[in-house]
């Protein structure tokens, strides 16, 4: 039986090509020179200032830290559905973390539990743009301000997607990106640092070089930093694939599409939202089903892989993992955040590769609704 996959890249003769010439001529006085190109693309397609291209969207997401100076006596807020790179970070720089509960149709930060959870200590908060879906960024932002909070745009999901009228990735002090395989723009592994302000740009540079200032002697470090280098061939890879983004978007809202007709008179099962005024780019295309059916997601997961269908667990809530169960703020979240740890328990991703044809679609959507009614029959 050939598995319908859940993720997966499109790669093109153009991709082949740029990362081709890159190992043919990205050394010597042409090293680093695919990493400037795709930076300096990548931060004028989002309109930023400032992009560093990274091994990963989780490194992006420490260097931010590192460089607004967090330590013991701080609390960064973030969403409690999501994947523990937003959070881990966090701990990296000695921080606490805290989970605040999601929006019901968004899935992503609530506004109203990010004001509760604030505190005296709360220094920055990390939103998520949760499988290409965008939180309340109007509220969010003024709440920010108001209190003094740094916002950092995890937008790893999110490439393409748009919030009245801004891109993914222009929100915030900072946003960082993902560019794992699974990712609609894809680099194999790696990420993105971006922003507007000069000066974090800089400290984040120096971080990201093992310590080094460009104005210092060679091999002469300032302090201890990170090796977070994305390589040339990852850098022409993703320069090709940004150059086709608008058709890789396309590709991900047609496979969307197919889902909806499909599922269209389906009870009891809920796709990723798009508020007015929003662009969802819908990195994975993801179904919550309504409690009455009486199914978790790890035993729909097993029904379905039964049929060849590969899928992932909507992410359990964060305050829920094993790694956080000697945090105290751990026993408080899950208490607080009814809506992630409902939502959470019953949604699973379904095949959402660039591959994927629309009869195969319609064969993963008719095995869902009887796996759903087999159940509810029993």
């Not at 916002?151 to 560019?179: C, M, N, P, Q, R």
Request: glycine residues 6%.
């Amino acid at each position: 039986m050939k598995r319908i996959p859940v993720a997966g890249p499109w790669i093109t003769e153009k991709e082949i090509a740029y990362v081709a010439e890159a190992a043919r001529t990205a050394w010597y006085e042409n090293a680093n020179s695919y990493q400037r190109r795709f930076e300096e693309a990548f931060a004028r397609h989002l309109d930023r200032r400032y992009a560093i291209a990274l091994p990963s969207c989780t490194s992006a997401i420490h260097l931010a830290l590192l460089a607004i100076g967090l330590d013991a006596r701080d609390e960064v807020i973030v969403p409690e559905a999501t994947w523990i790179a937003t959070s881990a970070p966090i701990s990296y720089v000695g921080a606490t973390p805290v989970f605040a509960d999601i929006d019901p149709q968004t899935w992503c930060l609530s506004a109203e539990a990010f004001e509760k959870a604030i505190t005296p200590q709360t220094r920055a908060v990390i939103t998520v743009n949760l499988y290409g879906g965008t939180p309340d960024y109007q509220r969010i932002l003024e709440l920010a301000e108001r209190h003094r909070i740094i916002v950092i745009e995890d937008a790893a999901e999110s490439i393409g997607s748009v919030y009245h009228g801004t891109k993914a990735g222009g929100f915030g002090l900072a946003s960082v990106f993902s560019f794992h395989g699974s990712k609609t723009l894809t680099t194999g592994e790696g990420g993105m640092f971006l922003t507007d302000d000069e000066t974090l740009y800089k400290r984040c540079r120096v971080l990201a070089d093992h310590g080094r200032r460009p104005e210092d002697r060679v091999f002469w470090n300032a302090e201890i930093g990170q090796k977070y280098k994305m390589s040339s061939l990852q850098a022409a890879l993703g320069l090709a694939q940004l150059e086709r983004l608008e058709e890789l978007v396309a590709r991900k809202r047609e496979i969307f599409a197919w889902y909806q007709s499909a599922l269209k008179g389906a009870t009891g099962i809920t796709l990723n939202a798009e508020p007015a005024e929003t662009r969802n780019s819908y990195w994975m295309v993801t179904a919550v089903v309504d409690a009455w059916w009486g199914v978790t997601k790890e035993r729909l997961m097993v029904t379905l892989s039964d049929d060849g269908i590969d899928t992932r667990p909507f992410f359990y809530p964060l305050s829920s993992l094993p790694a956080y169960a000697e945090s105290p703020q751990a026993g408080v979240a899950a208490k607080r955040n009814p809506v992630a740890y409902e939502i959470c328990e019953r949604g699973i991703n379904l095949p959402s590769a660039m591959n994927l044809t629309r009869d195969q679609v319609e064969f993963v959507c008719d095995r869902l609704i009887a796996a759903l009614e087999k159940r509810a029959a029993a």
